[in-house]
């Protein structure tokens, strides 16, 4: 556990796959986390993070930023449209664009501002209810919608059911990418990153085995 074990295990898992070193984007999902174990691998020198909620993120990474340069910060959970604004202002990507009012309302306020975070589609791969995300069926014709409103679409996310072998899952969103030529593939989290990156993941989203279990209060 920690940051440094799971560098090694994300070069080990792009060496096996024939993928060239440094190919994985490691996000530290530092959700929940204390703000303590959040310095420590600001201290490590880690500066890639991903954050579920605006409002939290909102609460602690600014003064982070001030202490840290160059950090860049992934928003992973579901975007409201009333927090659109202050996400784009706070995020350098959002993974969790799933429905075409948010993208129009992106695209509204990229253009107002000039520029956006880049993006990714989440496709909801286990087609669960209660999940995020577009269905398999209606990607294509999202990522269509996306590209029409000039939308900086850098790939797609999923986040497989917990009770399914998530190999397959990651298979099905990197044939979705590849048919819309999307290079970009955000999945894999603590308990199937190297799975992930035997599929084909650019980015892997790697929270409690680097800072510890997430305490809810
Ligand atoms: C919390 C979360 C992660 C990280 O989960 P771990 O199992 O702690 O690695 C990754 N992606 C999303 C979307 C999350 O919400």
């Not at 201290?43 to 909102?58: L, S, T, Y």
């Not at 993006?119 to 087609?127: A, M, P, S």
């Not at 679409?153 to 590849?178: N, Q, T, W």
Request: aromatic share 6%; glycine share 8%.
């Amino acid at each position: 556990m920690g940051l440094e074990d799971i560098r090694a295990r994300i070069a080990t898992a792009e060496a096996q796959s024939g993928r060239p070193a440094g190919s994985v984007e490691l996000i530290a999902v530092s959700k929940i986390q204390p703000e303590a174990r959040i310095r420590a691998v600001l201290d490590e020198g880690h500066k890639i993070f991903g954050e579920n909620r605006v409002q939290e993120a909102a609460g602690k990474w600014p003064d982070f930023r001030a202490d840290y340069p160059d950090i860049r910060l992934h928003l992973l959970g579901p975007l409201q449209t009333n927090k659109a604004r202050q996400a784009m202002e706070l995020f350098d990507t959002i993974h969790s664009l799933d429905r075409i009012k948010l993208a129009n309302t992106l695209a509204r306020l990229a253009d107002e501002r000039g520029r956006s975070p880049d993006l990714f589609i989440q496709v909801n791969t286990g087609e669960e209810p209660q999940k995020a995300g577009v269905l398999p069926s209606e990607a294509d014709a999202f990522v269509q919608s996306c590209r029409d409103l000039n939308l900086p679409l850098k790939g797609l996310m999923c986040i497989p059911p917990v009770d399914e072998e998530p190999s397959l899952h990651f298979a099905l969103l990197a044939k979705i990418a590849a048919r819309n030529g999307l290079a970009g593939l955000s999945m894999g989290m603590s308990g199937d990153f190297e799975r992930a990156i035997a599929q084909g993941a650019t980015h892997v989203r790697v929270g409690s085995a680097i800072f510890g279990a997430r305490v809810y209060d």
